[in-house]
């Protein structure tokens, strides 16, 4: 088996080093992941400059952009052979909830899940990279269960969040939904030093919706968190009512 592993935190990162040593377990490991600290980056990607690829160590590529395109690259210009499946992590601080749309670290697992190959981001709940050694257990535990009972050929996606506790002390897994926050805190406004209005965006919002069944709420228990994710947008439900608001908007002759 042949195991890709990026991140959002750079390839040099703690947690990404605990993952691979975690896959080798499972077959060739290789790491496509960014040069820089890349958190937030969603799934952009980098199109208007040319990307530097450097191999620091044996199967090891620093990427000068996104985790996207870190994927990207390794499906379509690093790697002679298609990677068997994708992991992503394990990642300094949580991704539940809303936080999934922004994060790198899940975006580097969709970009696989896009090229059709199962893929898994992993985060640890806390930042700091404490309990890292039960973390990288954990998702040890996670792929090697994946592997031995996944039966369907259509590629999956999950993301996995990890409390950073020590793993004889976790209550277990668990298979959840994605909770909500509130919105994000105010804007911090700022000066720099020439004068010049700038702007910190404010804090995620606390979480509001967090009942049993979604991932706040299992994390805050002591679960491990995983939800398995989908890429279609489309609101199915909202399809007829949309389609009555432009019936007669142009003349047309009907619906394609």
């Known amino acids: 088996m042949h195991i ?3 991140n959002d935190d750079g390839y ?7 993952l691979a ?33 450097t191999e620091v160590a044996r199967d090891v590529y620093a990427v000068s952009g996104t985790p996207s395109d870190c994927v990207h690259l390794a499906f379509t210009g690093i790697l002679n052979d298609r990677p068997d499946l994708v992991v992503s992590g394990i990642n300094s601080g949580a991704n539940m909830g809303d936080d999934t749309m922004y994060s790198g670290t899940v975006a580097a697992a969709i970009e696989g899940y896009q090229f059709g190959v199962d893929s898994i981001a992993f985060s640890q709940i806390d930042r700091g990279w404490m309990e890292l050694e039960s973390a ?4 040890q535990t996670v792929v090697e269960q994946f592997l031995n009972k996944k039966q369907s050929s259509d590629p999956v996606l999950l993301n996995v969040n990890i409390p ?11 298979v959840t939904r994605l909770g909500r926050r509130h919105s994000a805190d105010h804007a911090v406004p700022e000066l720099d030093p020439r004068g010049e209005q ?3 965006l404010g804090r ?19 679960f491990v968190s995983v939800s398995p994710l989908q890429i279609d947008l489309t ?21 394609p």
């Open 198 to 200: 700038v702007y910190w």
């Open 12 to 18: 040099s990162a703690r947690g990404i080093q605990a």
């Open 164 to 174: 950073n506790m020590p793993y004889s002390v976790l209550s277990g897994i668990s």
């Open 235 to 255: 609101h199915y439900g909202r399809l007829s009512a949309t389609s009555s608001w432009f019936d007669e908007a142009l003349p047309g002759k009907g619906h």
């Open 204 to 222: 995620a919002g606390k979480p509001r919706d967090q009942g049993p069944g979604t991932d706040f709420y299992a994390t805050q228990h002591g």
């Open 136 to 139: 990288a257990e954990v998702a």
């Open 21 to 53: 040593k975690a896959m080798a377990k499972f077959g060739r490991v290789t790491v496509c992941a960014p040069e820089h600290n890349q958190s937030g980056a969603s799934n952009s990607l980098t199109l208007q400059l040319p990307l530097r690829v």
């Open 4 to 6: 890709l592993i990026s």
